[in-house]
């Protein structure tokens, strides 16, 4: 289940980002922190976006009439996934990331597994929520990170 792979230390709320590249570096800095991925990983993923382009852009969903869009950043396990881990983080004012369907991002949900299968569950979960449009206004009515983990129990039935 996602529940399994968040921890509070992994959710950030409102995080300002000056652009994608910074998006993705304040999201995965906890992962970093608490030694689930390298610097490598996360430098790996910037590369994949600028070789292959935003493919980790997702969906989008409409929120209270407004568009949002939803990223899962990521990089292969071999380059420098320690733990299996998932993030939530809202931006508190949506980023291009270079998507001609899907821009500006809100949503990034940054992913470390540690080998192709360790997070089959976890991504299941995450879709489920994905298509729960009441799962968005809570998450953007969320004051604390364990408000959010409160959420994702609550919708996994936990």
């Given at each position: 289940m996602l529940s399994?792979?968040?921890?509070?230390?992994?959710?950030?709320?409102?995080?300002e980002a000056a652009d994608w590249k910074d998006a993705i570096y304040k999201a995965?800095?906890?992962m970093v922190d608490g030694g689930k991925v390298t610097e490598g990983y996360v430098a790996d993923i910037?590369?994949?976006?600028?070789?292959?382009g935003p493919y980790f852009v997702l969906t989008e969903h409409v929120v209270l009439g407004t568009k949002v869009?939803?990223?899962?950043?990521?990089a292969r396990p071999e380059c420098g996934a320690l733990e299996s881990a998932i993030?939530?983080?809202?931006?508190?004012t949506p980023v291009e990331f270079g998507s001609e369907a899907n821009d500006p991002v809100k949503y990034l949900f940054p992913l470390a597994?540690?080998?192709?299968?360790?997070?089959?569950?976890?991504?299941?979960?995450?879709?489920?929520?994905l298509a729960d449009p009441d799962f968005f206004d809570q998450l953007d009515s969320a004051n604390t990170p364990q408000d959010v983990m409160d959420l994702v129990h609550a919708k996994e039935g936990k």
């Amino acid at each position: 289940m996602l529940s399994d792979l968040l921890d509070p230390s992994l959710v950030q709320l409102n995080v300002e980002a000056a652009d994608w590249k910074d998006a993705i570096y304040k999201a995965t800095q906890p992962m970093v922190d608490g030694g689930k991925v390298t610097e490598g990983y996360v430098a790996d993923i910037i590369k994949g976006k600028e070789e292959l382009g935003p493919y980790f852009v997702l969906t989008e969903h409409v929120v209270l009439g407004t568009k949002v869009i939803v990223s899962l950043p990521h990089a292969r396990p071999e380059c420098g996934a320690l733990e299996s881990a998932i993030g939530i983080v809202t931006l508190k004012t949506p980023v291009e990331f270079g998507s001609e369907a899907n821009d500006p991002v809100k949503y990034l949900f940054p992913l470390a597994a540690k080998d192709s299968d360790a997070h089959l569950s976890a991504l299941q979960s995450l879709v489920e929520l994905l298509a729960d449009p009441d799962f968005f206004d809570q998450l953007d009515s969320a004051n604390t990170p364990q408000d959010v983990m409160d959420l994702v129990h609550a919708k996994e039935g936990k």
